[in-house]
């Protein structure tokens, strides 16, 4: 039950007999098992961390911008400290410290939930393509069930990394039911047919 290879080569450009050996296309009563690591795939995947960069470019252009505003907050404030208190010219400048102020809390709350929302989307989008490609090797392969695993090796000198070491729930697998690297190149497809609709599509 390899899914790297050939099997996993061109997934979207020859037929399904091609891609599968006779061996895996045999009846087979009892019940296939299959693994995918997801974890991975998030933090590995190219198109996925393009993405996920575009997001944090996006938040270090605002984060210059809410520097400059925040300055500008700052000497709009300085300027308030010139006038007397009590004078038009005090009343005027604290209205727009104000103003200022308020525009900006409001900026930078509509800013981090348009963000964390731009985010939110690509790791659904995502795990909707992942999804679909753990179910097309599945079907292709005819297993009955995935299970989600974490390839991630333990580190001893890291308290957090042993915990979620010794809470997986699979502590061992053969490495010929790992389908990570299909549902990669699987992924890998999608997204190319995404940019170019020209392009051949998994089947």
């Not at 297993?143 to 974490?150: D, F, M, P």
Request: aromatic share 6%; hydrophobic share 40%.
């Amino acid at each position: 039950m390899r899914f790297i290879g050939k099997a996993a080569i061109a997934m979207a450009m020859v037929s399904l007999t091609t891609l599968a050996p006779a061996s895996l296309l045999a009846e087979d009563t009892g019940h296939r098992i299959a693994v995918v690591d997801v974890a991975y795939i998030f933090k590995t995947h190219p198109g996925i961390k393009a993405q996920v960069e575009k997001v944090e470019n996006d938040l270090k252009t605002y984060d210059a911008e809410l520097k400059t505003k925040r300055e500008e907050l700052k000497q709009a404030a300085e300027r308030l400290k010139t006038f007397k208190v009590g004078s038009p010219e005090y009343a005027a400048q604290e209205e727009q410290v104000a103003s200022m102020e308020s525009k900006l809390r409001l900026d930078m709350a509509r800013k981090r939930k348009e963000l964390a929302d731009a985010e939110a989307r690509i790791y659904f989008d995502n795990y909707q393509l992942i999804a679909n490609g753990v179910k097309f090797l599945a079907n292709h392969y005819k297993i009955n069930l995935v299970l989600r695993y974490n390839s991630e090796a333990m580190d001893p000198g890291q308290g957090d990394s042993v915990i979620r070491g010794v809470m997986k729930n699979i502590v061992y697998h053969d490495e010929s039911l790992d389908m990570t690297k299909g549902v990669m190149q699987y992924l890998d497809q999608t997204l190319k047919t995404a940019k170019n609709p020209n392009a051949p599509a998994p089947r």
